[in-house]
Every structure is written in structure tokens, then in C-alpha cells.
């Protein structure tokens, strides 16, 4: 069950030099894959925790 969900968005620069087309699409690959909730999961948990604990 889902207790609390937070809007997140990605800035990138304006910068030819940067692919941003590609990373955007990196990005949703990752979110359609589940990737990015893998991540969140293993990592965002902890951060979370740890920083209730202070």
C-alpha cells in the first residue's frame, strides 16, 4: 500500500553539448522498466529512515 507519494521532475540543462533528448528518454525507459522504483526502494527507504532518526 502506498502511504505517500511525491510528485518528482528533472531539470536539465539547455546545453547543446548535452544529450538531453536521450537522457529524457533514458529516464523513462527506466520508470517504464520499474528500474527507477527499484531504486527508490533500495536506496530511498534508508535515506528516509535515517533522516526520521535525527
Known amino acids: 500500500a502506498v502511504?505517500?507519494?511525491q510528485?518528482?521532475?528533472c531539470?536539465?540543462?539547455n546545453d547543446p553539448a548535452v544529450p538531453t533528448q536521450r537522457l529524457l528518454r533514458a529516464l523513462v525507459r527506466?520508470?517504464?522498466s520499474?528500474?527507477?522504483d527499484r531504486i527508490?526502494?533500495?536506496y530511498g527507504?534508508?535515506?528516509y529512515t535515517?533522516?526520521?532518526a535525527r
Open 45 to 47: 527507504a534508508a535515506d
Open 50 to 52: 535515517a533522516a526520521g
Open 11 to 13: 531539470l536539465v540543462r
Open 3 to 5: 502511504l505517500e507519494e
Open 40 to 42: 527508490v526502494q533500495r
Open 34 to 36: 520499474g528500474q527507477i
Open 30 to 32: 527506466m520508470k517504464e
Open 7 to 9: 510528485a518528482l521532475g
